[in-house]
């Protein structure tokens, strides 16, 4: 059984920022989980997968985020309590649903999980997603904790179904991967099914009807403000005369600032939770005992701008700041001691910022870098290199359009097979652009789960359009980069898993594509010559890359490939391995220009043994 659903109610288990949510949910009586899965979002979606196959709810892993808003919109409308789960341009991808959502309305609740990443740790951009709330007219929550996500996430079910309208509940990756102390609550019980009423004057969005809702939607504002007001996530403490504000998990590095710098007594801390709409008359009361603000949040001003707009209609002349020079960037996550020296500063207080110890001052040396790179034994590598090699034979030059996935990790040399990348599935419609505009020779690469996401679209476009370029499918079987998730098309399926998959040739075929080719890309030879074939060509072309997951293959089946691969003395020193291929596996003997393979990092795929005839199996000793 899963852990989320053991432990008494005041009972204190340890849990990640984005389990609280889940446990929180659960103890909502939720029913109803949809989800894409992209970090930071992704364990909620993969604990809901663990407590699904336990009956205690529906759960499903979606095509994309759009997608999965209406699946739990629908279940909503039908009673249900329900949550969709998201990173931050996931809710780009769900936002035409999500604009309309509010006039809709919903019957039972429905909370709407917003993930943000400052500093990208595995994002395409930096965006604040408080601005869907405003602009959607939706409540927000943001949580500071992972007890505040489990309390938060409760009690935004209740909210959404006194108001009518889903609320979005705001993380950022601090939050979603921190670990804390959690006091439980009781679980709910399970619920029956679900029954919808017909009402299609107020629920189908017709521009008669929508004006109508967009007006009931305006009129929501009001409650919504009184619950703000009233909120317990909203807290004023201290009675000093200078002012801090701060939301999310910013909120916790001041509240450890304030002890370290001892300005308990000097500050009122304004601590927002409910965060839209924002509380006017809480705030305008705290600005009123204040002399000067700071207001701390990550990203964009959006609490400094509030601030000072409701400093405004009080006719209120204190100093609010957040964002400046000297002060906090728009830029990137914060973290404890950047609070405390922006603190200082704007307080004027003695601080003398520490310097942490360099890493050669601890190890005698300093850390060899490390940038991120596709697995030993990954296929993609091996795809990319048959392509490069096509490419060079054939005397071409090739554009490549890429896509988000693991396989955006071609971008690094050696391989450097990544030229121009939007967000998901843009591969396909800047390639079609690009060899539109140029007449260049121009091959997109897509992954398995990112083609059902966002690409069948633009794969449709490009058919219809009589693009001219080839498309590369790399199907490993999982989405693999945020944790090795299903998706329509899988064919490696995880034990017990419900979904039917879907045959990705028989799906281009479908779409109108005559050019198309399936390959293994372990296999040199053959996957070399589909390469030639389909750079020969002219129009849409389709070549499907097929070998699964290493790493999920292993995790599946429990067994790992015992073979390796080993230099012989016939290696003539050309480095070509090295600098076409480059797999993490191989380096250059220390002292030496011969080229050597770890046998603890290789994966045994026998691909570079393919391509170089010094490179030959370990002989196994009996």
């Known amino acids: 059984m899963s852990e989320l659903l053991g432990g008494q109610a005041g009972e204190r288990r340890l849990l990640m920022g984005n389990e609280a949510i889940v446990r929180g949910a659960l103890e909502a009586g939720v029913r109803c989980v949809a989800t894409y899965p992209g970090t930071p979002a992704s364990e909620i979606g993969d604990r809901c997968y663990e407590i699904s196959r336990q009956g205690h709810l529906y759960f499903e892993y979606s095509t994309n985020e759009k997608v999965a808003l209406e699946v739990t919109a629908g279940a909503a409308a039908s009673g249900w309590r329900a949550l969709a789960a998201m990173k931050h341009v996931g809710l780009n991808v769900a936002a035409d649903t999500l604009m309309t959502l509010g006039y809709v309305g919903i019957k039972g609740g429905l909370v709407i999980v917003s993930a943000d990443d400052p500093s990208l740790f595995s994002s395409q951009n930096e965006q604040d997603n408080r601005s869907y709330a405003k602009m959607a007219g939706l409540p927000m929550l943001e949580p500071a904790s992972p007890q505040e996500a489990k309390d938060m996430a409760l009690a935004a079910f209740s909210l959404s179904e006194e108001l009518g309208l889903p609320v979005l509940l705001r993380t950022t990756t601090r939050l979603n991967h921190t670990r804390g102390a959690v006091t439980l609550g009781k679980l709910a019980a399970n619920g029956g099914a679900g029954h919808f009423v017909k009402d299609p004057f107020h629920q189908v969005m017709v521009p008669a009807v929508a004006r109508e809702a967009h007006a009931r939607l305006v009129r929501q504002q009001v409650p919504a403000l009184i619950r703000s007001e009233a909120s317990p996530f909203n807290v004023i403490t201290g009675s000093g005369p200078w002012g801090v504000v701060a939301s999310g998990v910013a909120a916790a590095y001041v509240a450890d600032a304030l002890l370290e710098l001892k300005l308990s007594h000097q500050v009122t801390f304004l601590k927002l939770g409910f965060t839209h709409p924002l509380p006017a008359g809480l705030i305008g009361d705290f600005l009123s005992r204040v002399e000067r603000v700071l207001v701390v949040e990550e990203l964009e001003p959006y609490l400094e701008e509030g601030l000072k707009n409701i400093a405004h209609s ?48 601890i190890l005698g040396q300093p850390l060899p870098d490390r940038p991120p790179n596709l697995c030993p034994g990954c296929p993609h590598r091996a795809m990319y290199y048959a392509v490069k090699i096509a490419l ?15 396989y955006t990790l071609g971008l690094l040399p050696p391989l450097s097979m990544a030229d121009f990348l939007i967000c998901m599935g843009s591969s396909i419609s800047t390639g079609a652009g690009i060899a539109k505009a140029t007449g260049q020779q121009v091959v997109a690469f897509i992954g398995d789960s990112t083609f059902f996401h966002a690409g069948l679209p633009a794969l449709a476009n490009a058919v219809h359009n009589r693009h001219d370029l080839l498309l590369v499918i790399l199907d490993n079987g999982t989405t693999a980069m945020t944790g090795h998730q299903p ?116 994966a045994g795929c026998a691909f570079c043994g393919q391509f170089c005839q010094a490179i030959r199996p370990v002989k196994e000793s009996s």
């Open 314 to 361: 009080r006719q209120l002349t204190l100093e609010i700041r957040g964002k400046g020079e000297g002060l906090f960037s728009r830029l990137y996550e914060f973290h404890p001691a950047l609070v405390r020296q922006v603190l200082a500063r704007f307080f004027d207080l003695p601080y003398e910022k520490p310097t942490p110890p360099l890493p050669q001052q």
């Open 392 to 406: 060079q034979e054939l005397g071409q030059e090739g554009i490549f359009p890429t896509d988000i996935g693991c």
């Open 487 to 602: 998706h329509p098309g899988i064919t490696l399926t995880p034990p017990g898993y419900p979904g039917k998959p879907i045959e990705l040739e028989k799906l281009v075929r479908a779409l109108g594509v005559e050019n198309l080719w399936v390959v293994n890309p372990l296999k040199y030879k053959e996957s070399l010559a589909a390469c030639k074939e389909a750079l020969g060509k002219a129009g849409l072309r389709v070549l499907i890359s097929r070998s699964p997951c290493p790493l999920y293959l292993q995790r599946l089946t429990g067994k790992k490939s015992k073979a390796r691969f080993q230099v012989v003395g016939a290696c003539g020193d050309c480095r070509h391995c090295l600098d076409y291929f480059g797999c993490p596996a191989m380096y250059l003997k220390h002292g030496a220009s011969q080229m050597a393979i770890d046998p603890i990092l290789c």
